[in-house]
């Protein structure tokens, strides 16, 4: 049985509590140490990995959102085999989108964030360097075939929208997208003429047949999206990784 340690992939053997009495080396690479197998898996992933693994006829395969050290959303290729009381698992990586996907947005708000810097800087070119900042405050990045993201700098106001506002919805429709994600974790501030644009940009998108969600709200943004008199019916999603899966 020492022999595991060397397998090249994670392996793990439990018990039918699913307490983790073996694995490879391999595993810790790629996992925390944790007592419970259960522990390594996503937590919205957790009762449907207790099903899988709970099934002791023959080999049994699934899909499943575990946590990696490089990653809390790593997608996996989940195989166990029983022989009797043991259970031997073998966890092989699918898929490395979500954390490319981050990656790509990391990315675009850190590139956005120099750039506005530079544009405040140069004071004789104020007039255009604020139109310019605007536009960059709303830039549409395409995530999956069905799929967009529309991350949100600076303070939302009428400006910001209205100046996007054509933009977005060209581009929406020209992609054939589905689902549209704006990120408001690059707001700073909202004003009460911005909620209203906002407002009426989701429900254009709802008519075209789109659907918006909303991510990264604040406490202070959640006030004045509160308070607006047309309320989202939009969901309302922690982070990008989860709306994600909702849409992938």
């Keep these: 049985m020492s022999d595991i340690k060397f397998l090249p992939q994670p392996y793990f053997m439990i ?10 080396d391999k595993s810790y690479e790629v996992f925390e140490t944790a007592p419970n197998f259960l522990n390594l898996v996503d937590w919205e992933s957790r009762r449907k990995a207790a099903h899988f693994l709970a099934l002791r ?5 699934s899909e499943l959102i575990m946590k990696t050290k490089e990653s809390p959303y790593a997608l996996f290729d989940v195989s166990i085999n029983w022989n009797g009381g043991d259970g031997h698992i073998l966890c092989i990586e699918k898929d490395h989108r979500l954390a490319e996907l981050e990656n790509i947005v990391e990315k675009h708000r ?10 405040l800087e140069k004071k004789e070119q104020v007039e255009q360097n604020l139109y310019e900042i605007k536009s960059l405050s709303c830039p549409f990045i395409k995530l ?3 799929t967009a993201l529309v991350p949100l700098f600076g303070d939302l106001d009428d400006g910001m ?5 054509e933009r977005i919805l060209n581009k929406t429709q020209d992609g054939h997208y589905d689902y549209l994600l704006f990120d408001f974790n690059g707001v700073r501030n909202l004003t009460e003429s911005g909620v209203a644009a906002f407002v ?5 998108l709802q008519l075209m ?3 918006p969600s909303i991510i990264g709200i604040k406490p202070n943004h959640a006030f004045y999206l509160n308070g607006h008199p047309s309320k989202l019916n939009v969901p309302f999603l922690s982070s990008l990784s989860t709306a994600l899966k909702k849409t992938i």
């Design 144 to 146: 999956t075939k069905t």
């Design 15 to 24: 018990n039918m509590k699913f307490d983790i009495l073996a694995a490879s």
């Design 200 to 204: 009426s940009i989701i429900n254009e």
């Design 57 to 61: 006829e023959g080999t049994q395969e």
């Design 161 to 165: 929208i209205r100046q996007n506002e």
């Design 110 to 119: 850190l590139r956005l964030a120099e750039t506005n810097l530079e544009l």
């Design 209 to 211: 047949g789109i659907s």
